[in-house]
């Protein structure tokens, strides 16, 4: 049964949470998934590595452990002829994250995603999607999770079916819904962003928010909105890339070299720097954002700079950066005497 008052008690009056999401993508750089179909099949194949990424991430200041089922659906491990494991890559991905989040003293978050199969006003394919949600939000509430995720939906109707199955096979387990922006400033189905996140608030999540498809430029503006209307914790969890106002999305970035499409191989041409992760990290602590995190591209130095900006010190701040011990930039009386003009020289 899950402690669901661990995620509610954590986010009351006025706290917060820094959460690491981007899994997939991080697991696809070091060449342990495939780009694609993205599913998860590292979970059963490279076990310790899933292990490791979720230490890296707590280490580097996340509070959650997410269990990495974002894709290990029905759906997903069809394509690719593996639905015979579906109940065994959800269950070990659970075991594994539950070991790191009581190990750690983190959140143990379960979750589910976009399924692909849901279209509006076609009754067959909601009940195949409602069908998938409810497996895998009955395997992680046996597993014992503090809150579920439901994530990266393009479409306020899956978003409501999610909330739904987890409110009626919960168990009265928490529920963090999240949609994804996309270029417009409304769901697939029409819906202005803050008014998704108002009625899904209404309809019962704990949290409410958008995750992943904009990098923090584009998708602050909407955050800023949301916040207007909603009255509980609100949750941004942007990716990594540097999107604007001409390319909203990582989805529509394109090489700056080439001229085609970044996504999925050439979006590491568009990396924010750090410093960029801190201004948004102090955004959306000026906006009063209480679920903060990175989504696809994340990775641990850019969690441990937001961490910090939520006033967090996480073990791997004692290696953040301290460029007044660099013998060419910092404090030059900590140093022996050098040559200043070859110094000079090879700083330009």
Not at 61 to 84: M, N, P
Not at 157 to 172: D, P, R, S, T, W
Not at 194 to 215: D, F, I, M, S, Y
């Amino acid at each position: 049964m899950a402690t669901s008052g661990r995620l509610l008690e954590r986010l009351s009056n006025g706290q917060s949470l820094v959460v690491a999401e981007g899994y997939l993508f991080e697991f696809e750089r070091r060449g342990y998934l495939k780009a694609g179909a993205f599913v998860p099949e590292v979970v059963l194949e490279h076990p310790e590595i899933v292990k490791m990424m979720h230490r890296e991430f707590v280490h580097a200041g996340s509070e959650v452990v997410l269990a990495f089922t974002y894709y290990a659906h029905r759906e997903k491990l069809r394509v690719i002829g593996k639905e015979d494991v579906l109940e065994e890559v959800n269950k070990k991905a659970l075991a594994i994250a539950k070991e790191v989040a009581l190990e750690t003293g983190t959140l143990f978050a379960g979750n589910i995603c976009n399924t692909t199969v849901y279209v509006r006003n076609d009754e067959e394919a909601k009940a195949a999607a409602r069908a998938m949600f409810k497996e895998q939000v009955e395997w992680a509430v046996e597993a014992g999770v503090d809150y579920i995720l439901g994530e990266t939906f393009n479409e306020l109707g899956e978003a409501m079916l999610a909330l739904e199955v987890i409110k009626q096979y919960g168990k009265g387990t928490p529920a963090v819904v999240l949609l994804v922006p996309s270029a417009r400033d409304v769901t697939f189905d029409g819906v202005p962003y803050a008014e998704a996140c108002l009625r899904l608030e209404e309809a019962g999540a704990a949290v409410v928010g958008l995750n992943c498809g904009r990098g923090p430029e584009t998708m602050l503006p909407l955050i800023a909105e949301v916040k207007k209307v909603c009255k509980g914790p609100v949750a941004c969890l942007p990716v990594t890339y540097r999107t604007s106002e001409e390319f909203k999305t990582m989805q529509s970035l394109v090489n700056p070299k080439t001229g085609k499409r970044s996504f999925p191989i050439d979006l590491p041409a568009h990396f924010v720097g750090r410093s960029e992760i801190l201004d948004f990290g102090l955004e959306c602590k000026r906006l009063g954002v209480e679920y903060v995190g990175l989504c696809c591209g994340n990775c641990s130095h850019y969690m441990r700079t937001l961490a910090e900006t939520y006033c967090r010190q996480p073990p791997a701040s004692r290696f953040s950066p301290d460029m007044s011990q660099h013998y060419m930039y910092g404090d030059k009386n900590k140093f022996k005497k050098y040559n200043t003009e070859d110094l000079v020289a090879a700083k330009n």
